[in-house]
Nanobody, 119 residues
Framework: QVQLVESGGGLVQAGESLRLSCAAS????????MGWFRQGPGKEREFVAA????????DYADSLKGRFTISRDNAKNTMYLQMNSLKPEDTAVYYC????????????WGQGTQVTVSS
């Protein structure tokens, strides 16, 4: 059974930071490339970042490079997204999923975690 639980979102001011977490079941997480997606108000869900199983290969949406850092702790079946210098346009619900070619590989989603950045 797929289990994805996102947490760590909140309301922050522009320029501040947040660290998101994604806790996944072992079957969902183990040996897979994982990543983050987000859906802003009135927008399509979009790719944010991805990381391979070993953590030595990462991929970011071009607009986010340099501000966001993805990482994972395989022993804890947990993935993270460190978000720095947040902007109002980063406001969205953030989701995690397996990733294949910047697209979600699982049809099931967690509840997501809301990030709101005020100007």
């Amino acid at each position: 059974q797929v289990q994805l639980v996102e947490s760590g979102g909140g309301l922050v001011q522009a320029g501040e930071s947040l660290r998101l977490s994604c806790a996944a079941s072992g079957r969902t997480f183990s040996n897979y490339r994982m990543g983050w997606f987000r859906q802003g108000p009135g927008k399509e869900r979009e790719f944010v970042a991805a990381i391979n199983w070993y953590g030595d290969s990462t991929d970011y949406a071009d607009s986010l490079k340099g501000r966001f850092t993805i990482s994972r702790d395989n022993a804890k079946n947990t993935m993270y997204l460190q978000m720095n210098s947040l902007k109002p346009e980063d406001t969205a619900v953030y989701y995690c999923n397996r990733v294949v070619a910047r697209r979600p590989a699982l049809n099931s989603w967690g509840q997501g975690t809301q990030v709101t950045v005020s100007s």
